[in-house]
């Protein structure tokens, strides 16, 4: 997988998905593979849910479907693979620190605040190129901080029996069902009762 397959899948180039190419990559060779994983070979702990997690996806094969995908809602730009087959495990940390000059909080502010004009624009993405750029083709040590901790990998992804919600007839997963006064609830629906 190149870089180009991944900014095919996610739809636009950012230094977020040049971050996630990276850290997939070095996965991929840390981890003594050749190709991304088709099942549930490797697994992946994400803990953030930025463009990043669309370059680990492709590159790696891991998914939310496949349930060797798995999001921990932490906001840190840190990524934990397992190879269930041989038992190894890498835990990398985005450590990428581009220097911000002083013109450029000025016009991130203006964009935060919904000015989208072309002087503001042209220069938003021209410096999101330079990052871009810049962490393509840094050395992974500069970017990235990488372990290898000892730590049992998640169990394989189960499957679940559906029940039907009696309040809005959805299906949802046994496991995700509640009760509430006798009654099977979907999430939603339990929460909208309190």
Known sequence: MNFEDVV??????????????RVAVTAIEELGLKEPSYDEEIV??????SCAVDAIQVVTGCTFGKGNLIFKDYG?????????????????????????IEEEK????????????????????????????????AQKEEILKISYPK??????ARIFKSLRCEN??????????RLLNGKILCIPCFEDSL
């Open 151 to 156: 730590v049992e990998p998640p169990k394989q």
């Open 106 to 137: 000025k016009f991130w502010q203006r964009f935060m605040e919904g000015d989208n004009s072309p002087e503001v624009t042209e220069f938003i993405e021209k410096r999101k190129a330079e990052k871009t750029k810049q962490i393509l083709n």
């Open 8 to 21: 095919k899948f996610h739809g636009h180039s950012c230094p977020g998905l040049a971050l996630g190419y």
């Open 44 to 49: 992946c702990i994400v803990e953030n849910d």
């Open 168 to 177: 809005c007839g959805e299906k949802v997963a046994e496991v995700k069902a």
């Open 76 to 100: 840190k730009q840190v990524y934990t693979f397992f190879n269930r087959k041989t038992g190894k495990v890498i835990r990398i940390s985005v450590d990428f620190e581009f220097k911000e």
